[in-house]
């Protein structure tokens, strides 16, 4: 046999790494995006957040089963708590984990199986509701601390009502409580629930009951879908008292929770949430009976003191008028040495000032001798004859007024030129050019 044969005959060989990760891009290539449906086994959350679980066929004949692992971002998603048995669709990617060389699902959503088209509806609902403002927060109101009545909607065989009867009794036995009957699932249950509500409301309104519990046990949204109605929300927006959801377990959730006053985990809590312990209350008015019991018994030792007190001074005249007369005598012993040191320091003061007299005069003198010295200086420095001394003259019309400007004169105009040592008079004339000149008259 030829090599050329013997080579077109052996398989290819693998890592097995690279096996791994060839299959894993043709998985990735043939099958993703991929949605399987099937029952949760084995479901595990570990402390990282991350889930695993195994999906396999419900009826258990193909006995097909895939591992399944859904990443925490995925698993903080859920709307529910999967549990075991759960029928669920799950969409994903297929992979293949290389550490083991298994076939795996990457688990990226998950919803209840059958759900799906009932959650969109809750969805839309839901949207809708909130955009009306159905669902704002500032439109929940606070629970009475102490109702005068508790109304309670629920199917008369649920084991809710059992369960809110024994808590109430428990913690509220004084409380009055009345119960509208109501279908808490399937088709005619939304029409009992709003009827049951007004029912309710018509007593609220003669002032019976102060809240109302809406309640019933878990179930699976379909089983619930009844307080999804849209009808029954809008029939609980419009209470006159402020309503508690305990619709199913803590991690279901319907259209009546959001819209009521307050949602409580469960019906029990409902319940406990209505109405507080009686002991609470018989503790507290114990407690206020006797601080008031002490306040009355702490004024009347006050008064009896006060009283004590009065009648010893009542009693004793003379010995008040004796510490009223030193007082007295004490006083007049402090004005008189108050005034005599108040005189002496005046005494001191005046002394300390006569003595302080002549040097201030003299010194003030002296500033004033000063200022009058400077402001000569100044005002000889402002004589106008020191200017005529240095060649200037000032010139003045026959009026004294002072003439500065060649524009000020005329031809023929007598002017009077006061210099360093006398008065000259000067003529202005015109002289051939057109310009004016001068023509003196000396006068010694």
Same mark, same amino acid.
């Given at each position: 046999?030829?090599?050329?044969?013997?080579?077109?005959?052996?398989?290819?060989?693998?890592?097995?790494?690279?096996?791994?990760?060839?299959?894993?891009?043709?998985?990735?290539?043939?099958?993703?995006?991929?949605?399987?449906?099937?029952?949760?086994?084995?479901?595990?959350?570990?402390?990282?957040?991350?889930?695993?679980?195994?999906?396999?066929?419900?009826?258990?004949?193909?006995?097909?089963?895939?591992?399944?692992? +859904?990443?925490?971002?995925?698993?903080?998603?859920?709307?529910?708590?999967?549990?075991?048995?759960?029928?669920?669709?799950?969409?994903?990617?297929?992979?293949?984990?290389?550490?083991?060389?298994?076939?795996?699902?990457?688990?990226?959503? +998950?919803?209840?199986?059958?759900?799906?088209?009932?959650?969109?509806?809750?969805?839309?609902?839901?949207?809708?509701?909130?955009?009306?403002?159905?669902?704002?927060?500032?439109?929940?109101?606070?629970?009475?601390? &102490?109702?005068? /009545?508790?109304? $309670?909607?629920?199917? &008369?065989?649920?084991?809710?009502?059992?369960?809110?009867?024994?808590?109430?009794?428990?913690?509220?036995?004084?409380?009055?409580?009345?119960?509208?009957?109501?279908?808490?699932?399937?088709?005619?249950?939304?029409?009992?629930?709003?009827?049951?509500?007004?029912?309710?409301?018509?007593?609220?309104?003669?002032?019976?009951?102060?809240?109302?519990?809406?309640?019933? /046990?878990?179930?699976?949204?379909?089983?619930?879908?009844?307080?999804?109605?849209?009808?029954? $929300?809008?029939? +609980?927006?419009?209470?006159?008292?402020?309503?508690?959801?305990?619709?199913?377990?803590?991690?279901?959730?319907?259209?009546?929770?959001?819209?009521?006053?307050?949602?409580?985990?469960?019906?029990?809590?409902?319940?406990?949430?209505?109405?507080?312990?009686?002991?609470?209350?018989?503790?507290?008015?114990?407690?206020?009976?006797?601080?008031?019991?002490?306040?009355?018994?702490?004024?009347?030792?006050?008064?009896?003191?006060?009283? #004590?007190?009065?009648?010893?001074?009542? /009693?004793?005249?003379?010995?008040?008028?004796?510490?009223?007369?030193?007082?007295?005598?004490?006083?007049?012993?402090?004005?008189?040495?108050?005034?005599?040191?108040?005189?002496?320091?005046?005494?001191?003061?005046?002394?300390?000032?006569?003595?302080?007299?002549?040097? +201030?005069?003299?010194?003030?003198?002296?500033?004033?001798?000063?200022?009058?010295?400077?402001?000569?200086?100044?005002?000889?420095?402002?004589?106008?004859?020191?200017?005529?001394?240095?060649?200037?003259?000032?010139?003045?019309?026959?009026?004294?007024?002072?003439?500065?400007?060649?524009?000020?004169?005329?031809?023929?105009?007598?002017?009077?030129?006061?210099?360093?040592?006398?008065?000259?008079?000067?003529?202005?004339?015109? #002289?051939?050019?057109?310009? &004016?000149?001068?023509?003196?008259?000396?006068?010694?």
């Amino acid at each position: 046999m030829s090599e050329s044969v013997f080579a077109a005959s052996t398989p290819r060989i693998w890592q097995v790494g690279a096996l791994c990760r060839a299959v894993a891009d043709t998985l990735d290539a043939r099958f993703n995006p991929v949605a399987v449906r099937g029952e949760i086994s084995g479901y595990n959350l570990a402390a990282s957040g991350h889930a695993y679980f195994t999906l396999k066929d419900p009826n258990g004949r193909d006995g097909g089963q895939l591992r399944c692992a +859904m990443f925490r971002r995925a698993a903080s998603l859920l709307d529910f708590a999967p549990r075991e048995g759960d029928q669920v669709e799950v969409r994903g990617r297929l992979s293949v984990y290389e550490a083991r060389g298994d076939l795996q699902l990457i688990v990226e959503s +998950m919803a209840r199986a059958g759900a799906g088209t009932l959650f969109e509806q809750f969805l839309r609902l839901k949207a809708k509701l909130e955009a009306e403002g159905l669902f704002d927060p500032g439109r929940k109101r606070a629970l009475p601390r &102490l109702p005068r /009545g508790i109304g $309670v909607v629920t199917s &008369l065989g649920a084991a809710a009502l059992r369960d809110v009867a024994t808590a109430l009794n428990r913690r509220a036995p004084h409380v009055p409580v009345c119960i509208a009957p109501a279908a808490v699932q399937g088709g005619a249950a939304p029409g009992e629930l709003v009827a049951a509500l007004q029912r309710l409301y018509a007593l609220a309104a003669r002032g019976e009951i102060d809240v109302i519990l809406l309640v019933r /046990g878990g179930g699976s949204i379909e089983d619930l879908w009844a307080f999804n109605d849209e009808q029954l $929300v809008r029939t +609980m927006a419009r209470s006159p008292v402020p309503v508690i959801s305990g619709v199913g377990h803590e991690t279901d959730f319907t259209l009546a929770d959001f819209v009521a006053d307050l949602r409580a985990p469960t019906p029990t809590a409902a319940a406990e949430l209505a109405a507080e312990p009686q002991a609470n209350w018989l503790g507290a008015l114990a407690l206020l009976q006797k601080q008031l019991r002490d306040a009355v018994q702490d004024r009347l030792d006050v008064a009896s003191q006060r009283l #004590d007190l009065a009648l010893g001074r009542l /009693g004793r005249p003379s010995a008040r008028l004796a510490r009223q007369r030193l007082r007295v005598n004490g006083l007049g012993l402090s004005l008189q040495h108050a005034a005599a040191r108040l005189l002496l320091l005046l005494r001191q003061t005046l002394q300390r000032r006569a003595d302080a007299w002549p040097q +201030m005069v003299r010194r003030d003198m002296q500033l004033r001798r000063q200022r009058l010295e400077h402001a000569a200086l100044r005002l000889q420095l402002l004589d106008p004859s020191l200017v005529l001394q240095r060649g200037y003259a000032w010139l003045t019309d026959a009026d004294g007024r002072a003439v500065t400007r060649a524009a000020q004169t005329h031809a023929g105009q007598s002017l009077h030129a006061t210099l360093a040592d006398g008065v000259v008079p000067v003529l202005v004339r015109a #002289d051939t050019d057109g310009t &004016l000149g001068s023509r003196q008259e000396q006068e010694r």
